[in-house]
């Protein structure tokens, strides 16, 4: 059986009852000056904090003790289940540990915002009370992550060693935005994970509540996203958590997988994760006066699912940058848009403006999805504006 198979086998045999408690006290207890002196006495042979001309000394030396720990099987391996103020939530045999950033870890330069993400495989010093020191992570055999927000210039880890992304939108309240579904299915897709569109609240384009131009307008746009996510061969379920309908469709498809819940502000995520995993996350409204949805899971963590799987939920979203992608590579994403690239008569055609495009005629004859290329044409924007700012 696999590190990977064992991991996941391990974490389905734990309580999800550790979601709720009190992380002090369910981790902390009576142990922690135990553990405060050993992490003064680790903290003295960490000479990261010391001047740049002792580093190389350091990293080479902390690499041997590393190497040498492996072999004398010294250090436990373990996944990340959650990221709290307290630390990092690491499961290892059916146990959980509070673990934090050995120093070398800290100090490593990446384009990462963030070292480690919820999923990670981590390889820890076990010390008193159930407490340790992460000195590596494993290579992650698929990531799902965004521009960091302010910079534009880090990459943000959301999770690590993840099947599919359920793209968690919503109709109405907050409203349907094709756009934000096309950064996540190119995200999930460039992180080697699958994309599974779910658009949830489906029951309000039946509510007197609604006014009738509203819902009138949301239910063409959905069904024309219906159409041109099938063409696109892209799975969509339609859910409704208020009612639980489609819930027994979204079981089926996160069985025996490991999937990141993630998408829009108020769409549902938390509702939905209650229905599959019998949790009581905290549910949010949408902002009647802009409309948008509010932020109500302020942490990302790791659920077991009793019918076999993972299931992470995450901070919900109100824009989403891609990672790392550049002009060229977008129509790539668009399968039934780069069918008719070809034809085109400029190598070099962006497929947004220039005179005799296949695309563009394409596009006329309505061979391609109104709102799949509209998404194409603002994310070739987007790349141009940032391209400028630099």
Known sequence: MSHSKKEEDSSQALSSKWVACSLEEQYYGDSRKVFRAERKRLSAK??????????????????????DKKNETLLARGRVLSITSQGFIVEYNGQLYTCFLRGLLKKQKTQHKNIVTVGDFVLFEELAGREGYIIEVEERKSILSRADNLSRRKEQLIAANIDQVLITVSVVSPPL????????????????????????????????????????EQLNLLKECEAAYRKAEIPLILLSAEKGTGIDGLKDVMKNKSSVFSGQSGAGKSSLINFV????????????????????????????????????????????????????????????????????????????????????????????SPIRYASYVSLIETMREEHKRR
Not at 46 to 66: A, P, Q
Not at 192 to 209: F, H, R
Not at 211 to 216: A, L, T, Y
């Open 177 to 216: 935005k094709p756009h934000l579904i096309d950064r996540y299915i190119i995200a999930a897709r460039k992180g080697g994970m699958a994309p599974v569109i779910l658009i949830n609240k489906t029951d309000l384009l039946e509510s007197e509540k609604v006014e009738q131009h509203v819902r009138h």
């Open 277 to 368: 995993t019998h949790l009581n996350l905290s549910v949010g409204e949408t902002v009647q006066k802009t409309g948008k949805g509010s932020h109500t899971t302020t942490c990302t963590h790791l659920v077991p699912l009793d019918f076999g799987g993972l299931c992470i939920d995450t901070p919900g979203i109100k824009s989403f940058g891609i990672w790392d992608l550049s002009e060229q590579e977008i129509v790539s994403y668009f399968a039934e848009i780069q069918e008719f690239s070809n034809e085109c008569k400029y190598p070099n055609c962006s497929h947004t403006h220039e005179l005799d495009c296949a695309i563009i005629r394409a596009f006329e004859c309505g061979k391609i």
């Open 46 to 67: 960490d000479r990261s904090k010391y001047k740049k001309t002792d580093l190389d000394k350091y990293e080479k030396g902390i690499k041997k003790e590393i190497a």
